[in-house]
């Protein structure tokens, strides 16, 4: 079983993200399998390049190995350039001319704007513009490239499935139909930004061979439309092993400005690999 750890060099490593590399590298220890190191770093203009040599000491810290060379997202950006042109040739996206601003205006105006598990939801402003339009203000507007949910579905034909062994929501396993409209028509990429997270995610599991994807249950959700990327793509779909959250006293997940629990802080003050593995209950 290869699983993978897959962090965004945004900032220190923290318990929580202990936790998670922890998860995947037993997973994979635990029947023989590889464990897999990717470097999330599309955002350039957040990603620091400290971060990343950061995280492989941490981790080495910690006691983990991993597969080499270990993909960063930023050196791939070709690849995702081909997804999306895959995407587009069989015709599920459209271009979205709308700035934030716009769509949280028209999102206040709705009467009954659709929603989802994490907030509102795209209301389809630009999804019915003539093709005529679209391609005009294409030449002189920026845009972000959407993909249309209904009309993706629609082209899979049958339903999608994924095998959920950890724990998502409403905390059952087994074979899951996925529902990626949850969603909504969610942005593929942008001009600043080449490929957006659930299409880089589908693309390098797949070309990894990743086969058991383990992350925070917060992420539940984004497996309904990381599978229907990989349906339109005829790519493999792994198992995933959604787990639980590390949180702090007051029951949010930490958060990389909580410098206090990060791998480094804890590091200084005398804190072993056993003891975060004890403090998480491995």
């Known amino acids: 079983m290869k699983t993978r750890f897959a962090p965004s060099p945004t ?97 206040a105006r709705a009467v009954d704007a659709p929603h989802g598990p994490e907030g509102p939801l795209y209301p389809g402003t630009c999804r019915a513009l003539a093709p005529e339009e679209r391609a005009a203000r294409m030449k002189t507007q920026a845009y972000a490239l959407r993909l249309d949910v209904a009309k993706a579905a629609g ?47 589908a693309v390098d599991d797949a070309l990894q061979g990743i086969e058991l994807v383990t992350r925070g249950e917060d992420l539940f959700h984004a497996t309904h439309i990381q599978r229907l990327l990989q349906e339109l793509l005829d790519l493999r779909a792994p198992v995933y092993a959604h787990h639980r959250l590390i949180v702090d006293e007051a029951g949010k997940k930490f958060s990389k400005r909580n410098e206090a629990v990060t791998l480094r802080a804890l590091r200084a003050t005398g804190a072993t690999p056993a003891d975060i593995r004890k403090r998480l209950a491995f």
Request: proline content about 5%; aromatic content about 10%; glycine content about 8%.
């Open 155 to 201: 082209h899979v034909g049958c339903p999608v499935h994924f095998d959920e062994r950890g724990r998502g929501p409403s905390g059952e396993r087994g074979l899951r139909h996925a529902q990626p409209h949850l969603l909504g028509d969610i942005v593929l990429a942008r001009k600043e930004l080449p490929a957006s997270y659930h299409l880089a995610v």
């Open 11 to 107: 900032g220190y490593l923290h318990l929580g993200h202990a936790f998670a590399a922890l998860t995947a590298y037993d997973a994979a220890r635990a029947e023989g399998g590889a464990f897999v190191l990717r470097v999330e770093d599309i955002d350039q203009a957040r990603c620091r390049p400290e971060y990343e040599a950061a995280i492989f000491e941490d981790l080495t810290w910690l006691g983990l190995e991993w597969e080499e060379p270990v993909r960063r997202q930023s050196e791939h950006f070709d690849e995702y350039a081909a997804a999306l042109a895959r995407l587009d040739q069989i015709g599920v996206l459209y271009p979205c001319f709308c700035t934030r601003k716009e769509i949280a205006e028209e999102i």
